[in-house]
């Protein structure tokens, strides 16, 4: 997934970098540091884009206000929360098309941006990404997302919408 927001600050960063001679300054450690928390801002948006379009599958607007005020409060991005917090609570299926389409070196790009934009933020320990792995990452980071997006809306899933279980006895 090419996401133009994250795309545009990457070249920005770039032109400024090289415009004012500031590589290998702290000046670039600062402008990773942003990258790695503007990345995970639009990644929590996409996710919540994606899982919001799925529920409004159901046409049930008080559900869909629902997810998406609970996505505001308990949405965490490392992949083994989207499988447990998202993914698991639409069924089986979904955690199944997600694994499958997961490519572990994108899982480890996209990890990576998590657990240093954590480390970013909270000043909880080094932060071990520079801006070059992050530009040169950031597409292999999305398929990620690619792959969250393709699980919720696989014509499996979808096609079990048509008829649900009476879970009410």
Same mark, same amino acid.
């Given at each position: &997934? ?8 990457? #070249? ?6 090289? *415009? ?5 300054? !702290?000046?670039? !450690? ?8 503007? &990345? ?15 529920? &409004?599958?159901?046409? !049930? ?19 083994? @929360? ?12 979904? $955690? ?6 997961? =490519? ?6 996209? *990890? ?10 909270? =000043? ?7 801006? #070059? @792995?992050? *530009? ?17 809306? *696989?014509? $499996? ?13």
């Amino acid at each position: &997934m090419r996401l133009s927001d994250i795309d545009y600050a990457i #070249e920005v960063c770039r032109k400024h970098l090289d *415009s004012t001679n500031t590589r290998n300054t !702290d000046v670039e !450690d600062f402008l990773a540091r942003f990258l790695l928390v503007h &990345m995970c801002r639009v990644y929590e948006s996409e996710i919540k884009r994606f899982v919001i379009e799925r529920a &409004m599958h159901s046409k !049930d607007q008080y559900l869909v206000s629902y997810i998406a005020s609970t996505l505001d409060r308990r949405l965490r991005l490392k992949i083994a @929360d989207l499988k447990e917090d998202i993914l698991s609570k639409f069924g089986p299926e979904q $955690t199944e098309a997600f694994n499958a389409a997961l =490519d572990p070196d994108d899982v480890n790009y996209y *990890s990576n941006i998590i657990v240093n934009r954590h480390a970013a933020a909270h =000043d909880s320990g080094p932060v071990t990404i520079t801006f #070059e @792995d992050i *530009s040169r990452t950031a597409s292999q980071s999305g398929r990620v997302l690619d792959a969250l997006e393709a699980a919720l809306n *696989s014509p $499996t899933v979808l096609r079990g919408l048509v008829k649900l279980p009476n879970i009410f006895g």
